[in-house]
C-alpha cells in the first residue's frame, strides 16, 4: 500500500540535545510537509518541499531544519530542543494537482527531557 | 491575518445526526478541507468543497457558502468510532499547497 511513513513513532531527547526525525513516502507525491501539532491545537505547518523547492513558514524558529535529499525522504532535525518543542510531529504529502489533498504519516511524539 | 473558528467541543448522541460548524476569514480561498483526527493518530482526509454547495460521500456531507465564509460537516448515524476531533482547513493561495487548520471540534458520541 502507497503510504507515508515516519521514523521513529516515539523519540525522547535531551534539552539541547540535537535530534532527527524522519518521513517517506512511495506516493510519489511532489510535496512535502513537516508540521507541529501540541496538545489539543491544530497542526501548526512549519515548512514544506515543492520538489526541492523549500518553503520556510516566517514564524519557523530557527531552531528548525529540514532536508529533502530526493523525491521519497524528508528529514526534520530540531538543533538544540527545548522543553517547549515537546510535541506531536506529522509529516504529510500531496500531489499539487487535482484537490492537492494531504496524505498524513502516523507522526512522531517527542518528548524533551 | 487569517481565522478560522470552530467550536472546541461536541456531544452528540449514537445513531443521531451531527453538524459542525465552521467560519473562516483568510486573505485567500482555493478550497475548505475537513479532516478527522482520532486522539494520538495523524489527521485523515474526509471532503473538500471549492464551490458552493453540498458534497455527499456515504454518512458524511460537507457544505461551502463562499460568500459567508461558511462551512459545515454533517455526520450521519453517528456511531462510537466517530469519535475523534474534526479539523477544518482552508487552502488560502492557488499556486501554493498549504493550507491553514482551525483548532478542531473535538466530537464525542454517547451511547
Known amino acids: 500500500d502507497a503510504m507515508v511513513i515516519q521514523n521513529p513513532r516515539y523519540q525522547v531527547t535531551q534539552f539541547g540535545k540535537p535530534v532527527t526525525l524522519s518521513c517517506s513516502q512511495t506516493l510519489n507525491h511532489n510535496v512535502m510537509y513537516w508540521y507541529q501539532q501540541k496538545s489539543s491545537q491544530a497542526p501548526k505547518l512549519l515548512f514544506h518541499y515543492y520538489d526541492k523547492d523549500f518553503n520556510n513558514e516566517a514564524d519557523t524558529p530557527d531552531n528548525f531544519q529540514s532536508r529533502r535529499p530526493n523525491t521519497s525522504f524528508c528529514f526534520l532535525d530540531i538543533r538544540s530542543p527545548g522543553l517547549g518543542d515537546a510535541a506531536m510531529y506529522l509529516c504529510?504529502?500531496?500531489?499539487?494537482?487535482?484537490?492537492?489533498?494531504?496524505?498524513f504519516g502516523p507522526g512522531t511524539r517527542l518528548t524533551v527531557t | 491575518g487569517q481565522n478560522i473558528d470552530q467550536p472546541t467541543e461536541m456531544t452528540a448522541t449514537e445513531g443521531a445526526i451531527v453538524q459542525i460548524n465552521c467560519t473562516y476569514q483568510?486573505?485567500?480561498?482555493?478550497?475548505l478541507f475537513w479532516y478527522q483526527q482520532h486522539a494520538g493518530e495523524a489527521p485523515t482526509f474526509l471532503s473538500y468543497n471549492v464551490l458552493d454547495g453540498l458534497e455527499e460521500k456515504g454518512r458524511f456531507s460537507s457544505f461551502l457558502s463562499r460568500s459567508k465564509g461558511y462551512s459545515y460537516l454533517l455526520l450521519k448515524e453517528l456511531q462510537m468510532k466517530d469519535s475523534a476531533s474534526y479539523l477544518c482547513a482552508v487552502k488560502v493561495d492557488s499556486s501554493a499547497s498549504k493550507i491553514i487548520f482551525g483548532s478542531g471540534t473535538r466530537l464525542s458520541i454517547r451511547p
Open positions: 483568510t486573505s485567500g480561498f482555493n478550497g
Open positions: 504529510a504529502t500531496s500531489r499539487r494537482t487535482g484537490t492537492d489533498e494531504q496524505y
